[in-house]
């Protein structure tokens, strides 16, 4: 409500990057879906000169979106949302950690060898598992979550 309310798109992103967490661990598929396509939506405006907060917010949204989307089983628009992710992780600092998303190319790693496991692609997950520096991380929880 208070992101809404300060009619930021930054903030709006924040909060609803935050709700697809929950909806995901939830096992909401269709709404953290949902809230992901609003956010890109709302935040793609934006993008043409953007800042690194803005860029890691979208980025971020994408990996959510790509998580939903495994898990509904549609590994095109999973692999896309990942694509999209990865792409954007390229030009930002490797230890990206905008709103405590820990948006950066290292969590985007960690997040493909995710939805390789939620597809049930194994040989992918461990040839993408041995890609990922997860020391590289500094966050004590993806560490663990990989």
Same mark, same amino acid.
């Given at each position: 409500?208070?992101?809404?309310?300060?009619?930021?798109?930054?903030?709006?992103?924040?909060?609803? %990057? &935050?709700?697809?967490?929950?909806?995901?661990? /939830?096992? /909401? +598929?269709?709404?953290?879906?949902?809230?992901?396509?609003?956010?890109? &939506?709302?935040?793609?405006?934006?993008?043409?000169?953007?800042? &690194?907060?803005?860029?890691?917010?979208?980025?971020?949204?994408? +990996?959510?979106?790509?998580?939903?989307?495994?898990?509904? %089983? &549609?590994?095109?628009?999973?692999?896309?949302?990942?694509?999209?992710?990865?792409?954007?992780?390229?030009? +930002?600092?490797?230890?990206?950690?905008?709103?405590?998303?820990?948006?950066?190319?290292?969590?985007?790693?960690?997040?493909?060898?995710?939805?390789?496991? /939620?597809?049930?692609?194994?040989?992918?997950?461990?040839?993408?598992?041995? +890609?990922?520096?997860?020391?590289?991380?500094?966050?004590?929880?993806?560490?663990?979550?990989?």
């Amino acid at each position: 409500m208070a992101a809404e309310r300060a009619d930021s798109p930054v903030l709006q992103a924040a909060a609803r %990057w &935050d709700l697809c967490g929950v909806w995901l661990h /939830e096992g /909401e +598929l269709g709404s953290a879906k949902n809230m992901a396509r609003r956010a890109l &939506d709302d935040l793609e405006p934006h993008l043409a000169g953007a800042d &690194d907060v803005v860029r890691a917010l979208w980025g971020a949204m994408h +990996l959510r979106a790509a998580v939903a989307w495994s898990r509904l %089983w &549609d590994r095109t628009e999973a692999e896309a949302h990942l694509a999209a992710a990865r792409e954007v992780a390229a030009g +930002l600092p490797d230890d990206g950690n905008v709103f405590q998303t820990q948006f950066n190319a290292v969590n985007a790693g960690i997040h493909s060898v995710e939805i390789s496991l /939620e597809l049930g692609h194994p040989r992918d997950v461990m040839s993408k598992a041995e +890609l990922v520096d997860v020391a590289r991380i500094a966050s004590g929880e993806r560490q663990s979550h990989f």
